[in-house]
């Protein structure tokens, strides 16, 4: 059995592998299907954080550039009285 492999590559191997017992099958087939769910939700929760993160950082630029502006406004008309 080659070592290297993974996931469902690996799975269909042992289930098509003879030596495996018939009685195994449908359990194996059950848990393949519970992995490849939690691989999914592992992968999505990770997007999500990742653009969490992304969008934070753009609203913070936004908050900068926004504070900047109002500073200089409230500069000018305390300078003009």
């Known amino acids: ?18 030596r495996t017992s018939i009685n195994l099958v449908p359990d194996l087939y059950e ?12 992968s999505l929760t990770h997007s999500i954080s990742r653009q969490a993160f992304l969008c934070a950082c753009k609203v913070e630029v936004a908050d900068q550039v926004y504070r900047q502006r109002m500073d ?10």
Do not use: F, P
Request: glycine share 4%.
């Open 72 to 81: 200089q406004h409230i500069s000018r008309d305390t300078e003009g009285n």
């Open 1 to 18: 059995m080659d070592r290297s492999k993974m996931g469902v590559d690996l799975w269909a191997e042992l289930i098509r592998d003879e």
């Open 31 to 42: 848990l393949e299907l519970q992995r490849i769910v939690i691989n999914m939700q592992i």
